[in-house]
Each structure stands twice: as structure tokens, then as C-alpha cells.
Nanobody, 122 residues
Framework: QLQLVESGGGLVQAGGSLRLSCAPS????????MGWFRQAPGKEREFVAA????????YSADSVKGRFTISRDNAENTVYLQMSGLKAEDTAVYYC???????????????WGQGTQVTVSS
């Protein structure tokens, strides 16, 4: 089993920045592709970004390209989501996700974190 623990969520003004972190435990971190999804109130969970185990492949949703950056530090067993230029529509619960191969859909995800709230005030 892989346990995912997110941190870094909170309240920020529009235009501001936040960095989310996810620190998996229990298995070899670098063998997993990691990523983020989010779910806004009343909406379905949607893909945000993902990165392959070695960091060579990165995918991002069009809605966050140019504003959000996913990265990983395999030495620290941590994946990050740097969010800048935040908008009110970025308000959501953000979920860390892990899978054997890089993903852009929920169906490919093997493990989920518990979620962390990001609220952007306009």
C-alpha cells in the first residue's frame, strides 16, 4: 500500500501563490508516477497535472498551463504543485494521486490522498 499525505493548502487572494506537497510512504516513491486532481463544489473531480517516476514526462490541464508547475524530488520522496496566478475558479479540494504509469484520468490512478482545501478569494 502507498499512503499519500498532502499539505500546503489554505486561503489565498486571487493572483497569489501556494505550493502543495505530497509525501508518499510505504513503497518506493520513484517507481510511481505522481499527480494532482481537484474537485470544486458541485463539480466532478478533474485532472490537474502529473509527472512520471523519473520526472521526464509531465502533463498539465489546459486550465492551469502557464500557472501551475508540478515537480518531484525523489531524494526527498515528495511531489510538489506550485500554483501561481491563482483565480477564484481554482478553489477546490486538491488530491494527490499515484499510479504505476503516468496518467491524466482517474481510471489510471492506484492511490489517492485525503485531499487538501485550496480557497482563492476574489
Amino acid at each position: 500500500q502507498l499512503q499519500l499525505v498532502e499539505s500546503g493548502g489554505g486561503l489565498v487572494q486571487a493572483g497569489g501563490s501556494l505550493r502543495l506537497s505530497c509525501a508518499p510512504s510505504g513503497r518506493t516513491f520513484r517507481s510511481y508516477a505522481m499527480g494532482w486532481f481537484r474537485q470544486a463544489p458541485g463539480k466532478e473531480r478533474e485532472f490537474v497535472a502529473a509527472i512520471s517516476g523519473r520526472g521526464s514526462s509531465i502533463y498539465s490541464a489546459d486550465s492551469v498551463k502557464g500557472r501551475f508547475t508540478i515537480s518531484r524530488d525523489n531524494a526527498e520522496n515528495t511531489v510538489y504543485l506550485q500554483m501561481s496566478g491563482l483565480k477564484a475558479e481554482d478553489t477546490a479540494v486538491y488530491y494527490c494521486a499515484a499510479a504505476q504509469t503516468v496518467f491524466t484520468t482517474e481510471a489510471r490512478v492506484d492511490y489517492w490522498g485525503q485531499g487538501t482545501q485550496v480557497t482563492v478569494s476574489s
